[in-house]
């Protein structure tokens, strides 16, 4: 079987190729005048350049010019400029191959370089082997090989024999990072890992199937079910220590090949590699099983206090009947006491007569029911589904080990008493108990009878424990989600420095005071000058009505003839399949190549397959549906690219190339500079099994459903899409986009509406560099400014103006939060994590409470600008109003099964997501590229066309593109300046120039 190469051939090329570009035959090829005499000394014009161009490629790449070779034409003229000899020249450059040969030995002793021996090649392994342990990508290895012979100064050997070395340097770190996952595992327990691939008839599958298949929907059943796989997991004792042997890149990618590696593939793997990615799966499980069945914990509790407070809203609403019969009885017997008293009578006697004693009285159960219905807290609720948590409740608190960074935590006192009563089956809390953990109202509830509820305790107790696990406030061993806070910040040692040293390059200065005294100063300014202005109606667009800023709404300013215009330029529009669009963008930038192979890093073989796979997930239709619905490629060939190709990493790579290319493209600036962006969330409807996961929110309807949070540029380009849980806010995961993207775009301005929008949002925008947050407040009258000075300085404004800001709380904890935000600029933690830790705790932490106070003056500055700037209130809605409007064409693309969400898992969630946002960012560039040739050929038919007016002609339609029908998959593409004809629709392709 042959070898799968390190590099293909014109990777090698490119790798020790020689430069073209001036930049690079500036640095490498510039003579000096000891080269020019040295050359000179060479009878003939054709000797002299030959001789000067093998110098050259001596010098840089480093490797000798080959019997027959002809350097680029740019670099032979490069070279025969500074020669003042006629590049043709070269041509007549050793015809006598003695001479060239003669001419290397003498520039190998001019140069002292020497051809590269055993010893060196053995260096050069070493070097490509300590890539290698990192990652199997070739091109990182050939590069370190390379760079370890330049320094030799050796000649470089053929790409040929630099292939074999790197391909033996990988094979010796695959062999290496096996053996340290294995080290330690006596015959026994690699037994055990062997079995896991035998099938069990209990389970009906493999056990490593059945571990790789848990349940993801929040269930007590299916808790149950995480919690039996992870106690399977921790019996087989692999030794965990082993992940921190390796390097991460590497343990990264081992993880990813046994994810992706079916039971049946693994079982063709020699017995160490099978192994080695078994037992790693097996560690990478047990983290993975004890983050998903606390989030299922956390779900399952939130759960049911929320179902208990909609049970209570609607014990109210089925007693209304009674309510209303209770008031009327009220009503008739105050109607009584009020005629008595007019009257003079007896009260009694009147009440008797009109509303009846015997009546009173038999209401009197029924009233005394409705009060006790109406004071029943949630928690009282809740505790009529304790038999239900015990399914999991015990089960959960024994599997796991919390840590709190509180010492004689009283929660922690608590979960080990529960330990101690479920082990030892007692029904009934014990005289003295840990109660401080809990709140007073739910200490009271606990207390209220002799017997200390032990259902009411329990549940209270698992309530709390639940909070602080979302907090930070305590943890779990073993998970990488929920631990403290500050694991997950770069370490502080290395922080300290870089705040030292001045490097630590965020948006405020390091020194507090530097930053209070600027901020203070302009604060105060600013809401002068707002009150001055306001005062005088020198706000445009703003009026103060009494003593309240009211913003009038903004009018269109679309004219009329930009409809016109979309409409003409639109019927212009080639009719096409998406297919064919598929493979046009993709021969325009080749975004297919940056779906590489897991293991090789090499790009995809089966371009067709590849964008088959990726329209299945845009569509929604799967692998299965895509194969029977096209023609020319199989599901084996979809699965395999989606197995091995199809990554996160790799659709975010796919995604900048589209998203860099339609920056580029000039048609593109008339939308915008790329500098601005917004992101809103899409709500997508779950069906079939995905409803059992999936969350509810009752804005958008009882259904559950789950949303795509997607950033938009100003130009269209997508650059970020996320799957989250409509039931959570947007807000942690507006600046996961702005971080977490490969794209060339450098945005300034993000815009959000108000669901994106909080004060520990704006306070993270504040400390991070060159980011500027400009969300669209919907209740924006309803928020105060918050201040410095006293408020009593800003009497015009004293309606809007709230609580002073607690400068020394922000003062004290200055360092930490610029340790969160270094942590955040250097992306070692997503944002989403780090300020949904922050919100968790209903008791707010000290750096949770100053990122608040600081997100408030910014917000103040924020709104400040909002009510003096119409310019920016126009920017904002417009960026919305984009995202809004790319939101249809999104819900045409992903059409199948209804548009509904299917995939019960977050990761087929994210392919799904992140394929409807690839498709309809090439869908857009296609459109991008085709509308400015329209333009182009109107302007030409002398149609003035101004860009003021064409910037209103979005890129986003599609009635000219049919999504559905039987995919035929192309792997052609139109040669370089051949294009589709306009105003056609025609069966076949006509190119036009």
């Known amino acids: 079987m042959a070898h799968r190469p390190l590099l293909k051939e014109d990777e090698w090329h490119q790798l020790m190729g020689v430069p073209v570009d001036e930049e690079s035959l500036i640095q490498h090829y510039l003579l000096d005048m000891v080269d020019i005499e040295r050359i000179n000394s060479k009878r003939r014009p054709e000797n002299q350049l030959g001789f000067a161009v093998q110098l050259c490629l001596m010098r840089f790449p480093g490797r000798a010019l080959q019997s027959g070779e002809k350097p680029p034409r740019e670099t032979v003229a490069f070279i025969a400029s500074q020669l003042g000899i006629d590049p043709a020249a070269f041509a007549n450059y050793a015809r006598r191959d003695e001479t060239r040969r003669e001419h290397a030995v003498q520039i190998q002793e001019y140069l002292k370089l020497s051809p590269a021996t055993r010893t060196n090649q053995r260096i050069a392994l070493v070097a490509g082997l300590a890539a290698a342990e990192k990652s199997d990508n070739g091109s990182a290895i050939a590069q370190a090989m390379v760079q370890a012979l330049r320094e030799q100064s050796v000649l470089l050997p053929s790409f040929r024999k630099l292939d074999r070395l790197g391909r033996a340097a990988r094979a010796i770190a695959r062999a290496r990072t096996n053996a340290a996952v294995l080290e330690g595992l006596n015959e026994a327990q690699l037994l055990r890992v ?23 929907a929040s269930g007590a059943d299916n808790l149950v079910a995480l919690l039996e796989r992870l106690d399977f997991v921790r019996s087989l004792e692999i030794d965990m220590s082993c992940k921190a042997r390796i390097h991460p890149d590497r343990w990264k990618q081992i993880v990813l090949e046994g994810k992706v590696t079916p039971s049946w593939l693994a079982a063709d793997f020699n017995a160490n590699r099978r192994r080695a990615t078994i037992a790693a799966q097996i560690i990478s499980l047990s983290e993975t099983l004890t983050d998903e069945a606390v989030s299922m914990f956390t779900k399952l509790i939130g759960r049911l206090f929320s179902r208990a407070v909609a049970k209570g809203r609607q014990r109210h609403i089925d007693k209304r009947k009674e309510t209303n019969q209770t008031l009327l009885l009220f009503r008739d017997t105050l109607n009584a006491l009020i005629a008595a008293s007019e009257h003079k009578l007896d009260a009694f006697t009147v009440l008797e007569e009109t509303v009846g004693w015997q009546r009173l009285v038999s209401a009197k159960p029924s009233l005394d029911a409705m009060v006790t219905e109406a004071e029943q807290p949630a928690l009282v609720i809740a505790a009529e589904r304790y038999y239900t948590m015990r399914k999991y409740g015990p089960q959960f608190l024994e599997t796991f080990t919390f840590r709190s960074g509180r010492s004689r935590d009283p929660l922690l006192s608590a979960i080990n008493l529960l330990k101690q009563l479920n ?65 997950d910040f770069i370490p502080k040692p290395e922080f300290d420095t870089k705040k030292e040293t001045g490097s630590l390059q965020l948006g405020v200065p390091t020194d507090f005071e530097a930053w209070y005294g600027e901020t203070r100063r302009v604060l105060d300014f600013r809401l002068k000058r707002l009150a001055y202005r306001a005062r005088s109606n020198k706000l445009e667009g703003v009026r103060l009505a009494g003593g309240e800023l009211i913003v009038s709404p903004l009018t269109s300013d679309v004219p009329a003839a930009a409809d016109e215009l979309k409409w003409r330029l639109n019927q212009m529009l080639p009719r096409i399949h998406i297919t064919d669009l598929l493979a046009e963008v993709n021969g325009w930038v080749r975004f297919s190549d940056a779906f590489t192979h897991l293991r090789t890093q090499q790009p995809v073989r089966q371009t067709p397959a590849i964008q088959a796979a990726v329209l299945a997930d845009a569509t929604n239709m799967g692998m299965l549906r895509m194969a029977g619905a096209s023609s020319n490629v199989t599901e ?24 860099n290319a339609h920056a580029a493209h000039p048609h593109s600036r008339v939308w915008g500079t790329g500098t601005t962006s917004s992101s809103d969330g899409q709500f997508y409807r779950a069906g ?55 794209t060339n775009l450098q945005i300034g ?52 103006i709230g609580h002073r800001v607690n400068i020394p709380l922000i003062r004290d904890n200055w360092s930490d939060l610029l340790h969160l935000a270094a942590s955040l600029n250097e992306r070692v933690v997503a944002p989403s994590s780090i300020l949904k830790k922050l919100s968790a705790s209903p008791r707010a932490s000290q750096l949770a409470r100053a990122l608040r106070d600081l997100g408030r003056l910014e917000r103040t500055l924020f709104m400040i600008e909002w009510y003096s700037d119409p310019a920016l209130r126009r920017r904002c809605q417009g960026g919305l109003n984009k995202g809004e409007a790319a939101h249809k064409l999104k819900r045409a693309v992903f059409f199948h099964e209804r548009g509904e969400i299917r995939d019960r898992s977050f990761d087929s969630q994210a392919f799904r997501a992140s394929g409807l946002n690839l498709v309809v960012s090439a869908i857009v560039y296609w459109n991008t590229v085709y509308l400015a040739r329209c333009v182009t050929q109107l302007r030409m038919d002398g149609v003035d066309i101004p860009d003021e007016l064409l910037k209103h002609v979005s890129p986003i339609s599609w009635e000219h593109i049919n999504l559905t029908g039987i995919y035929t998959w192309r792997d052609d593409y139109p040669e370089p300046g051949l294009f589709r004809e306009l105003r056609k629709a025609t069966s076949g392709i006509n190119w036009a120039a």
């Open 423 to 487: 082990r030892k089956g007692r029904r009934y809390l014990p005289e003295f108990f840990p109660l401080n953990h809990l709140g007073r109202k739910e200490r009271a509830l606990i207390m209220a009878t002799d017997k200390r509820d032990r259902h009411l305790y329990e549940i209270a107790t698992l309530s709390a424990l639940r909070d602080r696990l979302r907090s930070g406030d305590i943890w779990v061993n073993g998970s990488t989600q929920f631990r403290p806070v500050g694991d």
């Open 194 to 216: 062997d079995r896991l691939l035998d099938y069990d008839p209990q389970i009906r599958q493999t056990r490593f199937g059945w571990l790789r298949s848990h349940p993801e």
């Open 688 to 742: 079939d099994r995905a409803r059992l996961r999936s969350d509810v929110n009752m804005h958008y309807g009882r259904e559950p459903g789950g949303k795509f949070y997607s950033h938009l540029s100003d130009q269209y380009g997508y650059y970020s899409i996320l799957p989250i849980s409509p039931a959570e806010s947007e807000a942690p995961y507006v600046l996961d986009g702005l971080l977490d993207h490969e």
């Open 636 to 659: 084996r060939q979809i699965a395999w690219a989606r197995l091995f190709h199809m990554r996160p990493e790799t659709y975010r790579s796919a995604q900048a190339v589209i998203t």
């Open 749 to 800: 301005e993000h815009y959000t509406d108000t669901g994106g929008a909080s004060d520990h949002v704006f306070g993270l925008f504040c400390l991070l560099p060159d980011k500027r947050f400009a969300p669209r407040l919907r209740d924006l009258k309803g928020r105060k400014f918050h201040t410095i000075e006293d408020a009593g300085g800003y009497p015009y404004l004293r309606h809007h």
